[in-house]
């Protein structure tokens, strides 16, 4: 409830009126059994004929008050419903937008989806509802029970006594449904994320014809959310049929009393009719009741997941970095002290004792083995990842005291694995710097060596990528990527293995003009043929420095960094 209010205050006064507009029918409804009394006491038993058409009018006329105030209410309720939803999933993918990385990590992505769409979705369902029915239903029974009661309270009293065991029930089947719809929710996140595995990975389970292999883990996820889903509605859906046996036997029992007391002159046949009239909306309610509850308690379940999300931690790393601190160092100089790193979710060192500095405006290279914590460090200088022990500085600040969209913004990321956007190619690069000019985007591509092959597509800088880029070939998108980065006109340069599906030319055009832009750049390598260009070569082996120098110093000194090189040129040679 408090993940919802704050959502459904800009509503309040629309709610408000769904609200008493609800109430208006709710009155209507109660009515109705005492003027069938008066009907049939009055006019009916009588043969009046000008009170039947009194009372009659009266009915008719109520009936169409009651219907115009319930359109209303839906128009309205519906209303409420959207623009809350609509608020909700803003909130929720502003949140994916500004929680700390490493809690957003936490979430699987396909739970993400689930939770900003299906989830709200049934939220937004049960709002509706809530301020159309779910309201009404227990002020139905309520009202009911005391009009009954005033009509003839010996008869209403078989109603009442039933009342305690429906009211357990129905608090049971809450509490129990939303544990096991929650757990529902959880297989329509395991089976979202099949699918998401199986659309990604579709050329690979091609190429591998793993597709049967595939149907059968699909078909296991499958059949268990079904499974799930049963046994969920099951439950929910065994309580109408009790409720509505309960609430038959005291309309039975009102009849035979109600007969009984009716020939021996005790009560008056419109009265009976009034309190059965009442009895059978209660039943109508109860029955509505217990429906709507199963849609409730997915929405609980649901909420209680977008308010998982919601709660996650904000503000990056909390509030640390002044105004005073966020002025950008003019300087863009590099110093790993001691730098200790590991991931969230894990105890294992991924880096230690990482200590080296690269000069303003020098190229440091960084090698190593698969898995030796090349990429970990790299994240670590945009603070996608805190350090653990140690201090990162940039223009001799520690990192931790500027704030973080200023320090993101000098800097020019470049993933392992690159990403684009869906769009033309400019649009993606203007993504890099949203102001920048036509003659900058080309001076960034010529420099990623991408201008010529971008001149070559029909549509040159207008051309569409779908999806992720995947109408170019991997070297392209890296190479995109790196004009991204590059339009950035950034200090610092990040460049995580991202021209490894360069040929050696293309490669060393690029190296020879990145050295031109004149940012202190990392460049993350498996190739010893780019660690010429570098002022510093860093050498990492199981998350620790192993060596750092020059190239040539390297070579003197350190044999690991010997047998690489060696073994690059030999391989050069096979080739050649
Ligand atoms: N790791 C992890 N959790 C992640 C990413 C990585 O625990 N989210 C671990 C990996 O298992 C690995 C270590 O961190 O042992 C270093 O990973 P990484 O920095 O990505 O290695 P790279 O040197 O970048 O390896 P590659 O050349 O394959 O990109
Ligand atoms: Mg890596």
Redesign the pocket.
């Known amino acids: 409830m408090r993940t919802l209010l704050p959502f459904l205050k800009p509503y309040r006064i629309s709610a408000a009126v769904a609200l008493s507009l609800m109430l208006v029918e709710l009155v209507v409804e109660l009515c109705f059994p005492l003027l069938m009394a008066k009907l049939i006491d009055g006019a009916i038993l009588r043969q009046d004929v000008g009170a039947a058409l009194k009372w009659g009018g009266v009915m008719i006329g109520l009936a169409l008050f009651g219907f115009a105030a319930g359109l209303v209410n839906s128009f309205y309720a519906a209303d409420v419903a959207q623009g809350f939803a609509h608020d909700m999933r803003r909130a929720l993918f502003g949140k994916l937008q500004s929680m700390a990385f490493s809690d957003f990590?936490a979430f699987s992505p396909s739970s993400l989806m689930t939770r900003l769409t299906g989830d709200i979705n049934q939220i937004q369902n049960s709002v509706f509802l809530g301020l159309r029915v779910f309201v009404r239903a227990p002020l139905l029974i309520a009202g009911s029970m005391i009009m009954a009661l005033t009509v003839d309270a010996r008869l209403a009293l078989y109603l009442v006594v039933v009342t305690p065991i429906l009211v357990v029930v129905l608090g049971y089947t809450i509490r129990k449904g939303f544990r096991l719809f929650r757990l529902v929710q959880e297989r329509l996140d395991k089976l979202n994320g099949l699918v998401r595995e199986n659309l990604i990975g579709m050329r690979l389970i091609r190429a591998y014809v793993r597709g049967d292999h595939e149907k059968n883990r699909f078909a296991e996820t499958n059949g268990d959310y079904m499974r799930r889903s049963t046994a969920a509605l099951r439950l929910s859906e065994m309580t109408v049929p009790g409720l509505l046996l309960l609430m038959n036997a005291s309309v039975l029992l009102i009849l035979w009393f109600g007969s009984r007391s009716v020939t021996a002159y005790e009560t008056e046949v419109g009265d009976v009719v009034a309190v059965l009239n009442y009895a059978i909306r209660i039943t109508g309610a109860y029955a509505y009741l217990s429906m709507i509850i199963t849609s409730l308690t997915i929405a609980r379940a649901a909420l209680s997941r977008s308010a998982e999300v919601l709660a996650a931690g904000s503000n990056e790393f909390g509030a640390n970095g002044t105004a005073a601190d966020g002025i950008p160092p003019d300087r863009a100089d590099v110093l790993f002290e001691g730098v200790a790193f590991?991931?969230p979710?894990?105890e294992?060192a991924?880096?230690d004792g990482i200590t080296f500095s690269v000069n303003d405006g020098e190229t440091a290279v960084i090698m190593?083995?698969?898995?030796?914590?090349?990429?970990?460090?790299?994240?670590l200088l945009p603070r996608l990842y805190e350090a653990r022990r140690g201090t990162v500085r940039v223009g001799g600040t520690d990192i931790r005291d500027i704030e973080l969209s200023v320090l993101r913004r000098q800097i020019g990321y470049v993933a392992?694995e690159s990403t684009l956007f869906a769009g033309t190619i400019r649009d993606n690069l203007l993504w890099g710097r949203e102001d920048a000019s036509m003659e900058e985007v080309v001076e960034a591509a010529k420099l990623a060596q991408i201008h010529e092959t971008i001149m070559q597509l029909p549509d040159a800088y207008e051309a569409v990528l779908e999806q992720k880029g995947a109408n170019l070939s991997g070297g392209q998108r890296q190479r995109l990527s790196i004009a991204r980065a590059l339009l950035r006109k950034p200090k610092l340069l990040l460049l995580?293995?991202c021209t490894s599906a360069l040929d050696a030319r293309t490669e060393s055009l690029l190296l020879a003009g990145l050295k031109t832009c004149g940012c202190t750049t990392l460049l993350?390598t498996?190739k010893a043929q780019a660690a010429r260009w570098a002022d510093t070569v860093l050498l990492?082996a199981d998350?620790k420095l192993l060596a750092q120098g020059k190239h040539g110093e390297l070579l003197a000194r350190s044999e690991t960094y010997r047998f690489i090189v060696e073994s690059e040129r030999e391989e050069a040679a096979h080739h050649a």
């Open positions: 990590r590991g991931y979710d894990s294992a991924v880096l190593g083995a698969t898995g030796a914590g090349k990429t970990s460090l790299l994240q392992q995580d293995d993350v498996q990492l998350g």
